[in-house]
């Protein structure tokens, strides 16, 4: 049983900065790809991130690149999203997930076989 888990969600105001952490189990995690999503309140869920399994290649949604950052270490089972110059528009439950095979986008939800149970991110105007 693979357990995923967020931390650090929060309000912040727009501009600031919040880094959310990824704790997953599990003695194979170096061999999933992890990424990043989030669903704000009536939409539906959308990519925000992911990186390989080695953290050698990160992949972005074009409406966080160069404003957010994903990196893993292995050894800790962990992995984060640092998301600076926070705009309203980030304001979304953002979810945790592996991909622990071989698939075939990074992008796509369904390709995620765990998932945590969400953190909140709010951000003010």
């Known amino acids: 049983q693979v357990q995923v888990v967020e931390y650090g969600g929060g309000l912040m105001q727009a501009g600031g900065s919040l880094r959310l952490s990824c704790a997953a189990s599990g003695d194979t995690f170096s061999t999933y790809a992890m990424g990043w999503f989030r669903q704000a309140h009536g939409k539906e869920r959308e990519f925000v991130a992911a990186i390989n399994w080695s953290g050698t290649t990160t992949y972005y949604a074009d409406s966080v690149?160069?404003?957010?950052?994903?990196?893993?270490?292995?050894?800790?089972?962990?992995?984060?999203?640092?998301?600076?110059?926070?705009?309203?528009?980030?304001?979304?439950?953002?979810?945790?997930?592996?991909?622990?095979?071989?698939?075939?986008?990074?992008?796509?939800?369904?390709?995620?076989?765990?998932?945590?149970?969400?953190?909140?991110?709010?951000?003010?105007?």
């Not at 095979?101 to 951000?123: F, K, N, P």
């Open 65 to 125: 690149k160069g404003r957010f950052t994903i990196s893993r270490d292995n050894a800790k089972n962990t992995v984060w999203l640092q998301m600076n110059s926070l705009k309203p528009e980030d304001t979304a439950v953002y979810y945790c997930a592996a991909r622990p095979y071989s698939g075939t986008s990074y992008y796509t939800a369904d390709e995620y076989d765990y998932w945590g149970q969400g953190t909140q991110v709010t951000v003010s105007s």
